[in-house]
């Protein structure tokens, strides 16, 4: 099961996936949102279990990363990876989790764990809408 992460802070995206390769999963990593958005019309794209994405990065924020692909992958998992201690903004009905820097391990592979075995079960059929609110 795979996991991609996008930040442009390639060492913060390095550790997230180290993190999470220690607990068995595959990770591809990107540095660049828009790299990111030309990866996934490709033909080499396979859908993630999620896609994890900070928010503040240079030219294209994770909320325009997040809205851009929820448009073509509308079953597709979000994790959004940020510093700031509120959000409030609507694209966060689109997010499966968040989870705030500095990471806590423990939760980001509890995370990755419900995450993969949602993915394993099928695309699920609730409303997480209030959640980020």
Do not use: W
């Given at each position: 099961m795979e996991f991609h992460i996008i930040d442009d802070y390639s060492y913060v995206g390095e550790v997230i996936a180290e993190a999470l390769k220690a607990e068995g999963y595959?990770?591809?990593?990107?540095?660049?949102?828009?790299?990111?958005?030309?990866?996934?019309?490709?033909?080499?794209?396979?859908?993630?279990?999620a896609i994890l994405t900070d928010i503040k990065m240079p030219k294209m924020s994770g909320y325009e990363l997040i809205d851009q692909l929820h448009s073509r992958l509308p079953n597709q998992k979000f994790v959004v990876i940020s510093a700031t201690p509120s959000i409030n903004h609507p694209t966060m009905r689109k997010v499966s989790a968040?989870?705030?820097?500095?990471?806590?391990?423990?939760?980001?592979?509890?995370?990755?764990?419900?995450?993969?075995?949602?993915?394993?079960?099928?695309?699920?059929?609730?409303?997480?809408a209030d959640q980020f609110t």
């Amino acid at each position: 099961m795979e996991f991609h992460i996008i930040d442009d802070y390639s060492y913060v995206g390095e550790v997230i996936a180290e993190a999470l390769k220690a607990e068995g999963y595959s990770t591809r990593l990107f540095s660049c949102p828009s790299e990111y958005i030309r990866f996934s019309k490709s033909e080499m794209f396979i859908p993630p279990v999620a896609i994890l994405t900070d928010i503040k990065m240079p030219k294209m924020s994770g909320y325009e990363l997040i809205d851009q692909l929820h448009s073509r992958l509308p079953n597709q998992k979000f994790v959004v990876i940020s510093a700031t201690p509120s959000i409030n903004h609507p694209t966060m009905r689109k997010v499966s989790a968040l989870l705030h820097k500095p990471l806590n391990f423990e939760l980001l592979v509890e995370t990755a764990a419900s995450l993969a075995a949602s993915h394993s079960i099928g695309p699920e059929q609730t409303e997480n809408a209030d959640q980020f609110t």
